[in-house]
């Protein structure tokens, strides 16, 4: 494959344009849609130029890659002293998460971000570099007032990691799937064996680190082949896992969204490994953002869509343990993955219902937490 930009010294946050410059599509791949909208930003480039322009918040490069990319987060709001005495889980054995955190309706309610751990998944980073556009300016990058949001955005301390894999953006090279054939996304996301053949969901996870058969290194992947989502969290391969599983036992938020997409109209999964109040609070959230989808005319499930709320494996395992399981489990934060639409031919989203979609799920975040607060005191 070949870089599309031409490599340049030029330094950028102390990035060289080769680590911010991505690959094309090979021969015989649909060509990238044309007309992308200017506000759909999702390139390493537009990503840089976002966090740079931040004024109100204030900005931490938390990890550096394996490809020596950073990975960024963004901080609005006044951080609480939450005075921990106790690590999560010992806290809990205590018999009360205060030990880990003190908090109370006087401290300040926090939501987690975190944007795509999946290369290929560009919906998530150009829903948040709105996001941040709405907190600096009130309004999004189509120009449209969102001073609402901003102000229900102001009562929070919010962080938002607008890509949590630059190394797997690198390596997709395309910057929307918009009326593509979903083939081409699962060639560049799970990538191919060395045959050319392609890895697929869920076959992709069979492999990890995903090193040896690979022909095209999926975007899924950092650059050694870690897909975060299936780190191994106890030991985690990648900084990128660790960076992300420290901010959220530095900040302990309220609620942990995971942002990610598929050929599909948009939904909650479900925490498999979380305790059963946790699963009816997701539950609860998932079916209250389906109800703002269907109310706003956007891509949505059926009315009566409901997650499940107790069942486990009944005997081998199959939902796993995954980055947003370990999140709970690091920090007590109602943690869930949220998949969105590509836009891809076999879900028809358009770039306007995938931003809609987008910033519609962070304002139900926002207004979920502040209603059902995470007291501990
Ligand atoms: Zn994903």
């Known amino acids: 494959m070949k870089v599309a930009l031409t490599l340049s010294i030029v330094l950028f946050f102390g990035v060289s344009q080769y680590l911010i410059a991505q690959v094309i ?4 791949d649909p060509p990238p849609p ?40 963004v901080y609005y709001g006044e951080k609480d002293d939450f005075q921990s005495q106790a690590n999560y889980n010992s806290a809990v054995a205590a018999r009360n998460p205060a030990f880990f955190a003190k908090k109370s309706t006087a401290t300040k309610p926090v939501v987690f ?3 795509p751990v999946h ?13 941040l556009q709405i907190a600096e300016t009130g309004k999004d990058h189509r120009g449209r007032d969102f001073t609402d949001l901003q102000e229900l ?12 894999n630059p190394d797997g953006r690198a390596r997709n090279p395309y910057d929307s799937y918009v009326g593509l054939p979903v083939e081409v996304m699962t060639k560049y996301g799970q990538g191919t064996k060395q045959d050319g053949t392609l890895w697929r969901w ?31 969290f106890f030991d985690p391969m990648a900084k990128e896992t660790k960076a992300i599983m420290d901010l959220a036992k530095e ?6 969204v995971s942002l990610h997409s598929c050929e599909c109209m948009p939904f909650v999964i479900q925490n498999a490994h979380v305790p059963r109040f946790m699963k009816d609070r997701i539950a609860d959230f998932a079916q209250q953002l ?44 109602m943690s869930f993955t949220f998949e969105s639409p590509h836009g891809t031919l076999d879900d028809g989203a358009t770039h306007e219902e995938i931003l809609d979609i987008q910033l519609t799920l962070y304002r139900s975040i926002l207004e979920y937490a502040l209603e059902n607060r995470l007291v501990w005191d």
Request: proline share 7%; hydrophobic share 35%.
């Open 153 to 164: 955005m102001s009562k929070f301390r919010l962080i938002i990691v607008p890509l949590a």
């Open 202 to 232: 869920p076959h992709a996870k069979s492999l990890h680190p995903m090193r040896g058969n690979v022909g095209i290194l999926g975007a899924y992947f950092n650059d050694d082949g870690i897909n975060m989502m299936h780190d191994d």
């Open 290 to 333: 389906n109800e703002s989808f269907i109310r706003e005319n956007l891509p949505h499930r059926k009315g009566d869509y409901s997650l499940a709320r107790g069942q486990d494996d009944p005997d081998t395992p199959k939902a796993a343990f995954n980055l947003v399981s370990a999140l709970h489990h690091a920090s007590g934060t």
């Open 251 to 256: 900040e302990v938020p309220d609620i942990t």
């Open 119 to 131: 290369g290929q998944e560009v919906e998530g980073m150009a829903g948040l570099l709105n996001l």
């Open 34 to 73: 044309e007309n992308i909208p200017a506000y759909y930003k999702s390139t390493l480039e537009e990503i840089s130029e976002q966090v740079k322009s931040v004024k109100k918040g204030t900005v931490a490069h938390i990890a550096t890659s394996a490809g020596g990319r950073p990975v960024y987060a």
């Open 113 to 115: 971000l975190l944007g």
């Open 25 to 28: 599509p090979e021969k015989g």
